[in-house]
């Protein structure tokens, strides 16, 4: 049983039939999403809505590629031959060729169990705005999670089956949510194969619908809270630690008394407003306790042995802190607030 093809379209043009068409005729059973492109763009979905093997499902509104695509899971899951592997989702501007969409759902066919991502080449002859979305992505992505990806932002991906329903628990609903699978699948062991494909630009990609600076805003929103939070949480521990020790001179007081006080409100930040974690507070607590520890271990040590060496201790206590940032964000994303089933992606 070949996987079920997902275009969700948002205002698409009339070669959507004729991609659709083909696709048909090589015997593939698709899904289009009309997220409510609205009266002037219906001929085109009736038109899809006539081939062979082709299902239309409609919003009223305008929801997001995200929810686009989870609104083609769900019909999926309940409705697909339980013997098909999963879906291959593609774009509906023209980006991906009949071929690259085959080859991606033979990919998926023979590694049922992996995320299977169409890697563009970005080397040349690609916009600006892509490119740029694409290398940022890249960036944040290999910093946070410690995967590398070649392309990151593919709307071609061969998704199995087991990994859809996880998907479906998201609240990432727009173009935030392609980033977000990539983080559930590195979450949960999901292996990720690339299938290079052809890199298609249609008029400059002018048809598509990303905005390259509102949407890679609510991409990295969650990085730039945790950068917020993480600035509070440093200042409130800076000035514990200085307190502390202009008042009793000991480092290692000092620190331990300033790692429980600004720990213990980064902690509570963290959960309620950064990661939105909806699990219970004590087995979560518990990591960030072993965290804090540990983080408590590296930051004295650090301190000590750049006072060892000359610097001021306020100094070193500042170095200490902008070490531990970037550590601390990956380790907190993965490990403390990491369940799926608690991730809130509103980035």
């Given at each position: 049983?070949?996987p079920?093809?997902?275009?969700?379209?948002?205002?698409?043009?009339p070669?959507?039939?004729s991609l659709?068409?083909?696709?048909?005729?090589?015997g593939l059973?698709?899904?289009?999403?009309?997220?409510?492109?609205?009266?002037?763009?219906?001929?085109?979905?009736?038109?899809?809505?006539?081939?062979?093997?082709?299902?239309?499902?409609?919003?009223?509104?305008?929801?997001?590629?995200?929810?686009?695509?989870?609104t083609?899971?769900?019909?999926?899951?309940?409705?697909?031959?339980t013997?098909?592997?999963?879906?291959?989702?593609?774009?509906?501007?023209?980006?991906?060729?009949?071929?690259?969409?085959?080859?991606?759902?033979?990919?998926?066919?023979?590694?049922?169990?992996?995320?299977?991502?169409?890697?563009?080449?970005?080397?040349?002859?690609?916009?600006?705005?892509?490119?740029f979305?694409?290398?940022?992505?890249r960036?944040?992505?290999?910093?946070?999670?410690?995967?590398?990806?070649?392309?990151?932002?593919?709307?071609?991906?061969?998704?199995?089956?087991?990994?859809?329903?996880?998907?479906?628990?998201?609240?990432?609903?727009?173009?935030?949510f392609e980033?977000?699978?990539?983080?559930?699948?590195?979450?949960?062991?999901?292996k990720?194969?690339?299938?290079?494909?052809?890199?298609?630009?249609?008029?400059?990609?002018?048809?598509s619908?990303?905005n390259?600076?509102?949407?890679?805003?609510?991409?990295?929103?969650?990085?730039?809270?945790?950068?917020?939070?993480?600035?509070?949480?440093?200042?409130?521990?800076?000035?514990?630690?200085?307190?502390?020790?202009?008042v009793?001179?000991?480092?290692?007081?000092?620190?331990t008394?300033?790692?429980?006080?600004?720990g213990?409100?980064n902690?509570?930040?963290?959960?309620?407003?950064?990661?939105?974690?909806?699990e219970?507070?004590?087995?979560?607590?518990?990591?960030?306790?072993?965290?804090?520890?540990v983080n408590?271990?590296?930051s004295?040590?650090?301190?000590?042995?750049?006072?060892?060496?000359?610097?001021?201790?306020?100094?070193?206590?500042?170095?200490?802190?902008?070490?531990?940032?970037i550590?601390?964000f990956?380790?907190?994303?993965?490990?403390?607030?990491?369940?799926?089933?608690?991730?809130?992606a509103?980035?």
């Amino acid at each position: 049983m070949k996987p079920y093809i997902i275009i969700p379209a948002y205002k698409p043009d009339p070669a959507l039939v004729s991609l659709v068409k083909e696709l048909s005729m090589h015997g593939l059973s698709l899904i289009i999403v009309n997220d409510g492109s609205g009266l002037a763009y219906q001929t085109i979905f009736e038109d899809c809505q006539q081939i062979d093997n082709v299902t239309v499902l409609q919003h009223a509104v305008n929801l997001g590629k995200g929810q686009a695509l989870k609104t083609a899971f769900n019909y999926f899951l309940n409705n697909a031959p339980t013997d098909c592997k999963g879906v291959v989702t593609a774009d509906a501007d023209g980006q991906h060729l009949v071929e690259d969409i085959i080859n991606v759902s033979t990919e998926l066919n023979l590694n049922p169990n992996a995320l299977c991502l169409g890697a563009r080449n970005f080397s040349k002859g690609v916009p600006f705005r892509s490119r740029f979305g694409n290398n940022l992505t890249r960036f944040i992505f290999r910093i946070l999670i410690g995967h590398s990806l070649q392309d990151t932002q593919t709307g071609l991906r061969g998704i199995p089956r087991h990994f859809l329903k996880s998907l479906l628990k998201t609240n990432a609903n727009g173009y935030d949510f392609e980033l977000d699978m990539l983080i559930s699948a590195s979450k949960q062991k999901v292996k990720m194969l690339e299938v290079p494909i052809h890199t298609v630009y249609m008029d400059n990609n002018k048809s598509s619908h990303f905005n390259p600076l509102v949407d890679s805003l609510k991409i990295y929103f969650v990085f730039f809270r945790f950068l917020i939070f993480s600035i509070v949480s440093g200042l409130l521990d800076f000035l514990a630690f200085s307190l502390a020790f202009f008042v009793f001179g000991q480092v290692l007081f000092s620190e331990t008394l300033a790692r429980i006080f600004s720990g213990t409100c980064n902690f509570l930040l963290n959960k309620e407003l950064v990661f939105k974690s909806k699990e219970r507070i004590l087995p979560e607590a518990l990591k960030y306790a072993t965290l804090c520890l540990v983080n408590l271990v590296f930051s004295y040590g650090l301190i000590s042995s750049l006072v060892f060496l000359g610097a001021n201790v306020y100094a070193s206590k500042l170095i200490a802190l902008t070490g531990l940032f970037i550590a601390n964000f990956a380790i907190q994303k993965v490990l403390v607030f990491g369940k799926e089933e608690g991730y809130s992606a509103s980035i």
